[in-house]
């Protein structure tokens, strides 16, 4: 009797550990078919310039995150990317089969496709608890073990962090991997070029004055500066493009971001100019030389001083100096106003 008991509770067992690996195989395989159909959200649209639509948050942060998040394998090359702009594409064209806009995104109507916003943690000062909790119901990369304390302190957060702090990442391969527009027929033959990033303000921003015209005088100045130098010069302008005319230099307006960063990864590129902005920042993945910026709109906050300090705090995570992110060699120089830095070009 004792005999047969035991052969049958071992049969139990048995059956108990079949049913155990036959719901582990299902449920694995339902999770690999919900992550294979997850939308990341890293740009979008805003009634105001915020972290969700910045490009500087979209490439020193949000890019970050999801770069980690694929090269620990927290998600797949198989997701879809969504984009605020066509021409933010090419950040993740060479990494990811699926690429879209936020409109291509919004036309495809309501899904069961789940969702991923990562550009909603792109910004400590509006993280909050449910922000953090809705990103961690989809996936179990750690993301409070990159918020330092210190920033949390700074900002005055209470959010619930991380007893293990996660510093480092090793993503610099998947951040260079971008892929660039052909763009040599632009090119001038025999001669280095500059690439002066222009931007102007045209709505309310925190600390930001609307003045069109000084943005303006600002890109003669420095134009008028550099056109001995360069036979050709390419001007990146997003919103207006001003009319100079040079007799001795070409001036070529660009107002396709891909464009612009396929420009600054050309060899013949020797220099890029640019106020402090997410744009100039654009520089840090796609240019090896140079970049000169100047403090106009944005604060300088002492960056100027402290650069190589900032720079070097930037190498320990996410959110630390995030500003100062970058992955290629390039030169980083800084002056504190348009009048400085056109005291020395």
């Known amino acids: 009797m004792d005999t047969e008991t035991n052969g049958n509770r071992w049969d139990l067992v048995q059956k108990n550990a079949d049913l155990y690996v036959t719901l582990l195989y299902y449920v694995t395989l339902l999770y690999n078919v919900r992550m294979e159909s997850l939308d990341i959200i890293m740009s979008m649209d805003s009634e105001r310039h915020c972290e969700l639509d910045a490009l500087g948050h979209e490439i020193h942060i ?50 069961t496709r789940v969702v991923l916003h990562i550009c909603q943690l792109s910004y400590i000062p509006h993280l909050t608890n449910d922000r953090l909790n809705q990103f961690e119901r989809v996936v179990s990369y750690p993301i409070r073990s990159y918020i330092p304390e210190h920033i949390h302190k700074a900002y005055g957060s209470s959010l619930p962090i991380s007893e293990t702090p996660n510093h480092g990442l090793d993503i610099k391969g998947l951040l260079n991997d971008i892929r660039y527009r052909t ?54 302008c997003k919103e207006k493009r001003p009319r100079f005319k040079l007799e001795s230099t070409d001036l070529i307006y660009v107002d396709k971001l891909d464009v612009f960063a396929s420009l600054m990864n050309h060899e013949k590129c020797d220099i890029v100019i640019s106020e402090w902005s997410g744009g100039g920042q654009l520089s840090h993945y796609c240019h090896n030389k140079k970049v ?46 348009i009048d400085e830095l056109l005291g020395v070009i």
Not at 71 to 95: A, G, M, P, Q
Not at 192 to 204: E, G, P
Not at 303 to 328: P, R
Request: proline share 1%; aromatic share 14%.
């Open 62 to 111: 949000s890019r970050y995150i999801l770069l980690d998040m694929l090269n620990k394998k927290f998600i797949t090359r198989n997701n879809t990317i969504v984009t605020l702009y066509e021409d933010r594409k090419f950040l993740y064209e060479n990494l990811f089969t699926n690429v879209i806009t936020y409109k291509e995104f919004l036309s495809e109507g309501e899904s």
């Open 183 to 236: 763009i040599d027929e632009a090119l001038p033959v025999n001669s280095k070029f500059a690439i002066i990033h222009h931007r102007i303000v045209d709505r309310h921003q925190q600390g930001h004055t609307l003045n069109k015209e000084n943005d303006e005088n600002n890109l003669k100045s420095i134009i008028d500066k550099v056109k001995d130098k360069y036979a050709t010069i390419f001007i990146f």
């Open 292 to 337: 000169i910026y100047y403090f106009h709109h944005y604060k300088e906050n002492e960056y100027c001083m402290n650069c190589e300090k900032l720079l070097q705090m930037a190498e320990s995570g996410i959110y630390e100096a995030f500003d100062f992110h970058k992955s290629t060699d390039l030169d980083i120089c800084m002056y504190k106003n």
